[in-house]
């Protein structure tokens, strides 16, 4: 797999994990989401199409970049959530929620770790 291929495949990933993230919110499919998502990081719709069916000519950084902020944007809003679920769960006091409360603190910190690590890619050239 060639290098463009490769940042081809991670900024269809995240955008993939950032429009599943949009249509939970809003409670619509993925394919409703997209046009907001695109709308957000000032691309056609289209454009977008065309990255998660592999029909791009090329990718530009400007919209590498816009994926992983998009993508760093949904992974934050999931640990805040994620954050709130794990309050609750720390609050109940039968075993299932301490069980819930670990579970949660396992995903929150995968979630983190992953975040950081994506914060500090460096931007496509």
Same mark, same amino acid.
């Given at each position: 797999?060639?290098?463009?291929?490769?940042?081809?495949?991670?900024?269809?990933?995240?955008?993939?994990?950032?429009?599943?993230?949009?249509?939970?919110?809003?409670?619509?499919?993925? =394919?409703? /989401? &997209?046009?907001?998502?695109?709308?957000?990081?000032?691309?056609?719709?289209?454009? !977008? $199409? #065309?990255?998660?069916?592999?029909?791009?000519?090329?990718?530009?950084?400007?919209?590498? =970049?816009? /994926? &992983?902020?998009?993508?760093?944007?949904?992974?934050?809003?999931?640990?805040?959530? !994620? $954050? #709130?679920?794990?309050?609750?769960?720390?609050?109940?006091?039968?075993?299932?929620?301490?069980?819930? /409360?670990?579970?949660?603190?396992?995903?929150?910190?995968?979630?983190?770790?992953?975040?950081?690590?994506?914060?500090?890619?460096?931007?496509?050239?």
């Amino acid at each position: 797999m060639s290098v463009a291929e490769r940042l081809e495949t991670c900024a269809r990933d995240w955008l993939a994990f950032a429009e599943t993230s949009e249509a939970k919110l809003l409670g619509v499919r993925r =394919e409703e /989401a &997209r046009p907001l998502l695109a709308a957000r990081m000032q691309e056609a719709p289209g454009t !977008l $199409e #065309n990255l998660f069916r592999g029909r791009l000519k090329g990718l530009p950084a400007t919209l590498y =970049e816009k /994926a &992983r902020r998009e993508y760093i944007r949904a992974a934050e809003r999931e640990i805040r959530k !994620l $954050e #709130n679920d794990l309050a609750i769960a720390r609050a109940g006091h039968s075993d299932a929620d301490f069980i819930d /409360a670990c579970e949660i603190e396992a995903h929150l910190t995968a979630l983190r770790a992953i975040v950081e690590r994506r914060k500090k890619v460096k931007r496509a050239t």
